[in-house]
């Protein structure tokens, strides 16, 4: 332990090993109680011992700085930004002042170059000890990249944070999060020095010697605070001669109070620069002289023990005393010292700071600079910060510019939105409407409507806000555009948004369009016509992908991959999504993040990759627990994935409670998705009337919206095997006619496997021969590649085994039956497999032998054992490589089995079972 460190020498054992473990400590206690020596002696140790350390102290008139506590911290990690993605790599730049740029960026890119620079930290191998000293002056984009970070980082660094802390016996909130984070936070409270600790802190501090009575009076009146007994000893010297015992100790109410009697006691120069110093947000040498005060003009602050000059700054001993002397300036001479620095300080930004605080009255030159000031901060990803300077900025801006006013006021509201307040975005949105006309209250509309959808805000409010943002508009302008192109995605029936996408699209073409938000609108209209019924114009999307740039709009980036999907182009749809995660990721976005990874996982599921897909949902839902989402979306498709695994008990409690929120919030989306997961999960179990009696109302919802297309529900294939089961073929018939019309409509591998099935189905039921059908999936297997649809692949084959089973076709039956349960099984299809081996279990006798297979079968199945290729097969047994393929397939079917890896194996199970069928045929 430091010798420095007096009376505290358990709490740096308990720290010191606590921050070995990793683990976070929080050092607590009022101003002056020692909490800034104790950290300072742990990030001594940890230097000691090697640890890269990343420490930051703010002060109160920091707070107002950007990002200027971050910059401090992340300072020693400046050689690894080069190695970041641009969009991090810019904006650290900006955050350390190493570079300039004239984009704009979002906070949260910030926030994600914060955790990359500390994970490349953690990355080289030695400790990492992230420390704060007095964390409540931390400025708020500081403090939120720092959160950011610290809470996704794994594995964590040691986190040490101070924290000044009124007594009381409930303890507060942890900054940074620190309390509800993976480690237990190790929350270590400073106690009142006894008298023995304070008599070496004040021969330390004060250097002459105080008698053992006086040393007691002065502990007992400063309740063992340290820097409180540092400040009463100082004046008790001041005093001429030592007090009796029987005098009161020169003892104030307050630190204020003390230290207004030191300052009192400074020459009138002195005391102006401690003032000037203080109400500097970085008190430069550079400033100060421009502002007439030399470092020879603090040498009896210096002497007082108040502050101390470096080579470039001043340098208040502890932040408690910078505050009390900003407490003491009467508000007149306040405003003439801000009014002074604000004419000499070079940062633009400090400069416009001190303007604001120094004027009082309406005056546009002012507002003008706090207006650019603003978006500064705002380009520079501090939109916190951007707020306060834009709504000073409309407080100073004349009554008669009720323009610039208005649109100062609405900067305000788009800023707390891009911090993430929603509610605050909400309420001041709300009010420049109601206080503003023209463009000014339709932008207000408008962003009040981007709030409602982002914040998931329940019912029409989007939709209602957005149309009267279109009423409050001049029909025709380019603005009347971006609320028709908002529109296009905030309604979900398909024509009024088809309506809205076309008007949008007719007002933004032209020279000086919104381009980005021009390809929005055409993929919004291309979505819609789709989801209408209308044959899809595949040359709006192309031209808006051409057109979109490196930054698709939030508005409609995930359409094309929705669309891909929808045809099952799952390679191409997975690369769209995972480039805008990528995108996403490195700017920190979240929100962008957690819907992509949704979609990542529906994805996956139709590509039958289930443990991807469990990743990406997993991921999702632990982004929307951080983001405070409802986790709809992401509950479902956790359940629908339970219920192709058959684990249906889960699958249907999600089902019922999604259904019933969806009737409670009359929300459509949320209606129909729980509706088809829970007649999947009824027909999965085997009670086809309920599973048809659901499969018919989501039917319903989907005629009473319009929605003839909905790309990513796939249900009339199940809704036609649950009517054949409850003996309905008039509904399975005129369902396969429906499906039929989507396959007309739109040919996908889904439709195409989803008519074979369905129609062998229907023509077994009907005593029709289903002989036409059951070539029919034999086709439409070989047209889909195996990777493509797995699950539905293996249940045309479970069909096409039940089929021959009615039609007494035994071998045929139980070939199919033992395939299609190989593939469920590879797929990790519970429920479908123990389906598919009930059903050959019906077929009873012996399974088939090696005989079944046909010659060249077994053949070909016997060099493909070897290793040989298909070309070198054909080669030998002069035949075509398709030939080779056409009969491989065949051989996989026949043994139950789904790759060339497999036929070993198989080969001799089946050859051990022709042995001891034979033998028990001898016997």
């Known amino acids: 332990m430091p010798r420095s460190l007096v009376g505290r020498d358990d709490l740096f054992d308990l720290a010191w090993r606590t921050l070995g473990e990793p683990g976070p400590v929080l050092l607590e206690g009022p101003a002056g109680i020692g909490k800034t020596t ?30 200027a506590a971050l910059a401090d911290l992340l300072r020693p990690l400046a050689d690894l930004v080069v190695d970041l993605p641009r969009p991090q790599r810019v904006a650290a730049e900006v ?13 949260r890119v910030v926030g994600a170059a914060t955790r990359t620079l500390l994970e490349a930290a953690l990355a080289a191998g030695r400790p990492v000890l992230v420390a704060v000293d007095d964390a409540p002056w931390l400025d708020r984009p500081s403090e939120r990249a720092l959160r950011f970070a610290l809470r996704r980082l794994d594995p964590v660094p040691a986190t040490l944070v101070s924290c000044r802390v009124p007594g009381g016996p409930a303890p507060r909130p942890a900054p ?103 109400l500097l947000g970085v008190p430069l040498l550079g400033d100060l002289a421009a502002a007439g005060v030399g470092p020879g003009a603090f040498d009896a602050a210096e002497e007082a023990g108040l502050l101390v000059v470096t080579p470039q700054r001043v340098e208040f001993t502890h932040p408690v005393y910078a505050a009390a002397v900003r407490t003491g300036i009467p508000p007149g001479v306040r405003r003439a010292l801000h009014r002074r620095l604000a004419q000499v300080v070079a940062d633009p930004d400090e400069r416009v700071r001190h303007l604001a605080l120094c004027t009082t009255t309406p005056d546009p030159v002012v507002a003008d600079a706090l207006a650019a000031a603003a978006a500064r901060q705002h380009a520079r990803g501090a939109p916190e910060a951007a707020v306060t300077l834009y709504e000073s900025s409309a407080r100073l801006t004349p009554a008669d510019d009720r323009e610039a006013q208005g649109r100062r006021r609405l900067a305000a509201a788009r800023c707390r939105f891009d911090c993430g307040d929603h509610p605050g975005a909400r309420l001041a949105a709300e009010a420049v409407a109601d206080g503003f006309g023209g463009d000014v209250r339709a932008e207000a509309l408008l962003l009040r409507a981007v709030v409602a959808w982002s914040a998931d805000e329940p019912g029409g409010t989007a939709v209602e806000a957005a149309t009267r943002a279109l009423t409050a508009t001049r029909p025709g302008s380019p603005l009347s555009g971006r609320i028709h192109a908002h529109l296009a995605l905030f309604v979900d029936l398909p024509d009024p948004a088809r309506t809205h996408a076309e008007a949008a699209v007719g007002l933004l073409t032209g020279p000086g369009g919104d381009r980005p938000l021009l390809a929005a609108a055409l993929m919004n209209l291309f979505f819609n016509e789709v989801r209408a019924g209308v ?81 990406h949902i997993a991921a999702a839902r632990e982004l929307g627990e951080l983001l405070g989402t409802e986790l709809t979306a992401e509950t479902w498709l956790a359940a629908f994935l339970d219920a192709m695994r058959g684990r249906l008990d889960a699958a249907a409690r999600v089902a019922e409670a999604g259904t019933r929120l969806g009737e409670e919030l009359d929300d459509d989306w949320c209606r129909r998705i729980h509706l088809h997961l829970g007649a999947f999960v009824a027909l999965s179990a085997g009670r086809t009337a309920d599973a048809a009696a659901g499969f018919r109302r989501l039917a319903a919802v989907f005629d009473r919206m319009g929605l003839t297309e909905p790309l990513a529900q796939r249900f009339e294939p199940d809704w036609i095997e649950a009517c054949v089961g409850v003996g309905d073929l008039v509904t399975a018939a005129a369902t396969l006619a429906r499906l039929a019309q989507r396959h007309r409509r739109l040919p996908r ?19 029709v021969d289903p002989s036409a059908a059951l070539a029919e999936i034999d086709s439409a297997r070989a047209t889909v590649p195996p990777d493509v649809l797995p699950l539905d692949r293996a249940r045309c084959l479970l069909v096409a085994g039940v089929v021959h089973r009615r039609s007494r076709r035994k071998r045929q039956a139980r070939e199919a039956l033992q395939a299609a349960a190989a593939e469920f099984d590879a797929l990790g299809a519970a429920a479908f497999a123990a389906r598919a081996r009930a059903e050959a279990a019906r077929l009873g006798g012996r399974p088939p032998a090696p005989s079944d297979l046909t010659a060249t079968e077994e053949r070909v199945a016997r060099l493909a054992s070897q290793g040989r290729t298909s070309r070198a097969i054909a080669d030998e047994l002069f ?10 397939s065949r051989v996989y079917r026949k043994l139950g089995i789904s790759r060339r890896a497999e036929l070993g194996a198989a080969l001799a199970r089946t050859a051990t079972g022709t042995r001891t069928s034979a033998a028990g045929v001898e016997s």
């Open 879 to 888: 035949v075509s490589p398709k030939t080779v393929e056409t009969n491989l």
């Open 535 to 615: 044959p899809p114009r595949v040359e709006l999307l192309d031209r808006a992908l051409a057109m979109e740039g490196a930054e698709p709009s939030w508005l409609a980036g995930t359409i094309p991959a929705v669309w891909w999907k929808g045809i099952d182009d799952l390679d191409r749809a997975r690369q769209r999504l995972a480039g805008l995660l990528d995108r996403a990721t490195a700017r920190g976005d979240e929100p962008s993040q957690h819907e992509l990874l949704k979609h990542l996982g529906e994805t996956e599921l139709l590509a039958g990759r289930w443990a991807a897909a469990e990743r």
């Open 95 to 107: 955050v350390l002042l190493t570079g300039d740029s004239d984009e704009t960026f979002d906070e």
């Open 176 to 278: 940074l999060g620190l309390d509800t984070g993976p480690r237990r936070l190790t929350r270590l409270a400073l106690a009142p020095l006894d008298v023995a600790a304070l008599h070496h802190v004040l021969r330390d501090r004060i250097g002459a010697p105080l008698s053992r009575p006086l040393l007691a009076r002065i502990a007992r009146e400063a309740a063992g605070n340290p820097l409180v007994a540092i400040e009463v000893a100082r004046a008790v010297q001041r005093l001429p001669r030592p007090p009796e015992p029987g005098q009161d100790l020169p003892v104030a109410a307050s630190m204020h109070h003390l230290l207004d009697d030191v300052l009192a006691g400074l020459p009138p120069r002195c005391r102006d620069a401690v003032r000037l110093t203080a």
């Open 749 to 767: 591998p889904w439709t195409l496997l989803g008519l074979a099935r369905s129609r062998a189905l229907v023509d077994s039921a009907g005593g």
């Open 38 to 67: 104790l950290l300072r002696a742990l990030v001594t140790e940890a230097t000691r011992a090697g640890w890269s350390v990343l420490t930051c102290a703010p002060t109160e008139c920091e707070t107002d700085l950007p990002f």
